[in-house]
């Protein structure tokens, strides 16, 4: 009795351990725990910007994919720009894709990585597209002057030059007399191109060279402003197209040169475009501005420090290079 018993309970220990492990190596097959069994390439998607309008030309990237078993040159990628199931591209080992979308919304990009086994790992990133621009009016409560503004690229611009002060006759100077000055453009008889201020001017002496002379809650532009237009275009050719006069954009920017006190004289009117840029901080490390023209957007920023005489083309019958001779549109921004 007591011997049949014991042979029982053995027999019962074996059949459970029989059973468990068959259930261990089923759960192991479904989970992929064998050290043979590949889970395809892994990795993350990039897009360069995030988010743009109309004009934007999308740069994504899978070059962040990787496999334990594929070289990285090896590995291939394929383009779904709205998760859709219909792929832009097949597979190949060129991992950056750029895509202009033709309608405004969010998508969700979808790349999928192929590796030499043939498995298969994939990402997503979402861009949002808006409308090329959205335009509307300010008005500076400091004199009820009605401007119109655009959004492009997550920034505000004045479509127009500011005018907010007095303006000063052909042989007035500006003087730091606690009231903004600034000269006027004769062949500006729309007043489109706003006032030509000062440095000195435009940021109230250098007591405020980030907001400066501009409407409350609006700033002086600086260099990654003009950054952001420029990455509308990218690839583009014919600016003054986009950001000229009566340009696609509504920026208007204005060929208005600047004005030299010193010679008393409006220089490349008609030629260039001019306005006063910061490099955001206060004071001022640079006093900066930028230069377009017809064909390009923008061609030259010229700046300098507060010690140094240098200026590409600047006229030696002008004398010493000073920012005080140089007056120059002012543009706002604010961002969304």
Known sequence: MTKTKKTSYTSEFFGFFKNLLAGFVFICGLAGCSDDTLIGPTGSLQSYPSKGDLLTVFK????????????????????????????ET????????????????QYQVTCECLDQDGNIGSAKAIVEVQPVFRDSLIIDSRDNQVYKVVLLNDRWWMAQGLMIGTPLSDTGDPQKNGEIEYFVNPHDSDLQYGGYYLWNEATLYGQDTVYGICP????LPTRADLIKLQKITDFRTNLDEFFGPGGSLGLNLYLAGSYIQYARIFNNYDIAGEFWLTDGTKPARYRTWANLSNSYFPSVFYEANYETADRVNWNSDWG?????????????????
Do not use: H, M
């Open 60 to 87: 994504f990237d899978g070059n962040s994919f990787c496999d334990d078993k594929t070289k990285e040159w090896q590995l291939q990628v394929r383009w779904d720009v709205n998760s859709d199931g219909i792929w």
């Open 90 to 105: 097949d597979f190949s080992i060129f991992k950056v894709y750029v895509y202009r979308y033709s309608s405004e919304g």
């Open 216 to 219: 409350e809650g609006w700033r």
């Open 320 to 336: 010493l290079f000073s920012y005080d001779q140089v007056a120059l549109p002012v543009r706002c921004v604010k961002n969304e």
